[in-house]
DNA sequence: ACCGTGACTGACG
DNA sequence: ACGTCAGCCACGG
């Protein structure tokens, strides 16, 4: 499987990799984006996941920013669902800041 | 084809 | 340690 598939459009290639983000673990756009080979599009990975809210197979929660905050909330319909979800996971939340970051954080770049 | 937009990031003061 | 600034890049109009 080829996760990084150029001929797969960019947001394609972010679903693919968010997919395979393990329940409890998290990562950040950034780490993503660097894994896809254009480290310098985390914000289009972001924009990526703004436009995955049709696509319920992708764990959209798990991606925060690369300190651990909840930075797209706002986006999920209301402002706690988000947290609730990784919440659910296990994944502590307080003050919109993931808990023990480091800890839950998954690295595609190591991972996969 | 050009321009504005954004769920980001690293550097700087 | 914390707020601010400026690059970056893919998408849609």
Redesign the pocket.
């Known amino acids: 499987m080829s996760p990084a598939a150029p001929e797969l ?3 394609q290639r972010v679903y693919a990799v968010v997919r395979q983000i393990p329940p409890g673990r998290v990562t ?4 993503i984006a660097r894994y896809l080979g ?1 480290a ?14 049709s696509l319920p197979e992708v764990p ?2 798990r ?1 925060v ?3 651990g905050l909840l ?6 319909g209301g402002f706690t669902a ?1 947290q609730q979800q990784l919440e659910a996971e296990g994944i502590p939340v307080e003050d919109d800041q993931i808990q023990n970051f480091s800890q839950h954080f998954w690295d595609p770049m190591n991972e996969l």
């Open positions: 459009d960019f947001f950040s756009y950034g780490a254009s310098q599009s985390a914000r289009t990975v972001g924009y990526a996941m703004n436009a995955a809210h959209a929660h991606v920013n690369r300190v930075t797209g909330k706002h986006h999920f988000m």
